[in-house]
């Protein structure tokens, strides 16, 4: 079942925050983010697995709800290396594949 | 380093004729591999689950005639377009997960595919 991403699109100014979600209708296994460039493979940026757990990676972070059937990426200070595409892909059952969110554009802008 | 190696990273092909991509597990045996596709703009869509030593599992919609999986060792499994169509233009990713809960999945490069 393909998680559902929000929002579609979003342009900021480099130093500026931005929040990306991901929702499930149902409990997940875990939740993995990935940034995606044009024309590039995705790059994993971190797993979420329990329950209200946060994750770093550099200036993001993600949080995982106590449900664990939602999750929120969060970019603080945003750097024009930012930009991309960014897709959350959950599972119900460990080491099954991941089902992808629509993805989420970022464009950071001088 | 890389951790999925995929080849080649870009193909032009004719219509009717078929393309073999090739992935490999560099770090780790993957007895399970996943191939997904991704159209411009869009998300990435599992087409189906190669299972080393097994027949590979597909996703609805997908057929297993026409992408043909082959998954013979623990580090190298393949997916053959046959009888390409201007329509299986696309972006094809395969991946790997290694064992233990919090192992990602580690995706190849990408075969960007274009069939004239």
């Known amino acids: 079942q393909q998680p559902v991403q929000s929002p579609q699109a979003v342009i900021l100014r480099e130093g500026e925050d931005a929040v990306i979600n991901c929702s499930s209708s149902?409990?997940?296994?875990?939740v993995h983010w990935y940034r995606q460039k044009h024309g590039e493979a995705p790059v994993f940026l971190m797993i979420?697995?329990?329950?209200?757990e946060q994750m770093r990676h550099e200036k993001i972070s993600a949080s995982f709800n106590e449900k664990k059937q939602q999750s929120s990426l969060y970019l603080t200070a945003s750097q024009l290396s930012y930009s991309g595409t960014y897709f959350c892909?959950?599972?119900?059952?460990?080491?099954?594949?991941?089902?992808f969110g629509k993805g989420t554009s970022l464009l950071v802008t001088p | 380093g890389a951790v999925v190696s995929q080849h080649p990273s870009r193909v032009i092909c004719k219509s009717g004729t078929s393309v073999k991509i090739e992935c490999r597990s560099l770090d780790f045996q993957a007895t399970t591999m996943f191939w997904y596709r991704q159209f411009p703009k869009q998300s990435l869509m599992l087409m189906a689950t190669s299972n080393e030593g097994s027949k590979a599992t597909y996703e609805q919609g997908v057929e297993k005639d026409k992408f043909l999986i082959n998954h013979a060792s623990l580090t190298l499994s393949t997916l053959t377009v046959t009888s390409a169509h201007p329509e299986d233009s696309s972006f094809y990713i395969c991946?790997?997960?290694?064992?233990?809960?919090?192992?990602?999945?580690?995706f190849g490069n990408g075969t960007r595919l274009t069939v004239t």
């Open positions: 892909g959950t599972d119900s059952i460990s080491g099954y594949a991941l089902n």
């Open positions: 979420l697995l329990k329950g209200g």
């Open positions: 991946s790997a997960r290694g064992n233990g809960g919090r192992s990602p999945l580690h």
């Open positions: 149902k409990a997940l296994y875990s």
